[in-house]
């Protein structure tokens, strides 16, 4: 008897989807998940008076603040040079409103923001708000990892005739749920180090912008968003190459044509 048995991965030779068809079936996933949520936002936010809203959208149009109200909290940035509204609608219905005031300067080639968002109501009035674009976020990724554990596909990737399997075990149905949730969030590893600053320093001094955004703070966000811009222009090669990215090959998964 032998028991000497061979493994083959039938992965190896298999066609790699290319970058256009992985970023269209993103983008058509998006959509799906997202229309639900902009048409709740739109109602939420006419129910609530403004108080309950999603601050991205498929429709955004900002333009300069007229007045900026007093007493806002936190403060915004001193000297502060420029304020402007942004409101996001879902076919002429608003789902939310912003008003952003912050301060620009230019030292040499070096061009510095800071800046301090507010939520609107929807009589243009700073509130305190609750918005919902976490639990969007939450639900998308929910989403993605569901349905490559159940069915090996997104909605997105069955219109552009992709796949993603286990290379381990490539003629079943779905992904481990395990590795499913590996590979989603292996991807965001370049977006991890300037998170992590966000969040030490949001921690460490509130909310109030200047406080945030010092000369200090932007030195090290400068490292981290290289390390996230490196990141992802290896992720796009290596998918371009028809190759397993990074997030793939810690997984172990691949994403094949069909």
Same mark, same amino acid.
């Given at each position: 008897?032998?028991?000497?048995?061979?493994?083959? +991965?039938a992965?190896?030779?298999?066609?790699?989807a290319g970058?256009?068809?992985?970023?269209?079936?993103?983008?058509?996933?998006a959509?799906?998940?997202?229309l639900?949520?902009?048409?709740?936002?739109?109602?939420?936010?006419? !129910?609530?008076?403004?108080?309950?809203?999603?601050?991205?959208g498929?429709?955004?149009?900002?333009a %300069?603040?007229?007045?900026?109200?007093?007493?806002?909290d936190?403060? %915004?940035?001193?000297?502060?040079?420029f304020?402007?509204?942004?409101?996001?609608?879902?076919?002429?219905?608003?789902?939310?409103?912003?008003?952003t005031?912050?301060?620009?300067t230019?030292?040499?080639? @070096? @061009?510095?923001?800071?800046?301090? @968002?507010?939520?609107?109501?929807?009589? =243009?009035?700073?509130?305190?708000? @609750?918005?919902?674009?976490g639990?969007?976020?939450?639900?998308?990724?929910a989403?993605?990892?569901?349905m490559?554990w159940?069915? =090996?596909?997104s909605?997105?990737?069955?219109v552009t005739?992709?796949?993603?399997?286990?290379?381990?075990?490539?003629?079943a149905?779905g992904?481990?749920?395990?590795?499913?949730?590996?590979?989603?969030?292996?991807?965001a590893?370049?977006a991890v180090?300037?998170?992590?600053?966000?969040?030490?320093?949001?921690a460490?001094?509130g =909310?109030s912008?200047?406080?945030?955004?010092?000369?200090?703070?932007?030195?090290?966000?400068i490292?981290a968003?290289?390390f996230?811009? !490196?990141?992802?222009?290896?992720?796009?090669?290596q998918i371009?190459?028809k190759?397993?990215p990074?997030y +793939?090959? !810690?997984?172990?998964?691949?994403?094949?044509?069909?």
């Open positions: 008897m032998d028991t000497g048995a061979v493994h083959i +991965d992965t190896v030779d298999s066609p790699r970058f256009w068809r992985r970023w269209l079936a993103t983008l058509i996933d959509i799906i998940v997202t639900p949520f902009q048409i709740l936002a739109s109602i939420l936010f006419a !129910l609530t008076a403004g108080t309950v809203q999603m601050e991205s498929f429709f955004s149009a900002c %300069p603040a007229g007045t900026i109200p007093q007493a806002l936190p403060p %915004p940035p001193h000297d502060s040079n304020a402007r509204v942004c409101h996001t609608s879902f076919f002429g219905a608003t789902t939310g409103a912003t008003l005031v912050g301060r620009t230019k030292e040499g080639v @070096t @061009t510095t923001t800071v800046s301090q @968002t507010y939520m609107l109501d929807k009589d =243009g009035g700073p509130i305190n708000g @609750t918005s919902i674009d639990i969007v976020g939450l639900a998308f990724l989403y993605l990892v569901v490559v159940r069915t =090996g596909r909605l997105g990737a069955r005739k992709v796949r993603i399997v286990d290379t381990e075990n490539p003629g149905s992904v481990p749920l395990r590795k499913a949730i590996i590979r989603y969030l292996a991807m590893i370049g180090p300037a998170f992590a600053i966000l969040i030490y320093r949001y460490i001094y =909310g912008a200047d406080a945030v955004f010092t000369a200090d703070f932007f030195q090290w966000f490292y968003a290289a996230g811009a !490196l990141w992802v222009i290896v992720l796009i090669l371009a190459m190759k397993d990074v +793939d090959r !810690l997984a172990g998964t691949a994403v094949l044509r069909d």
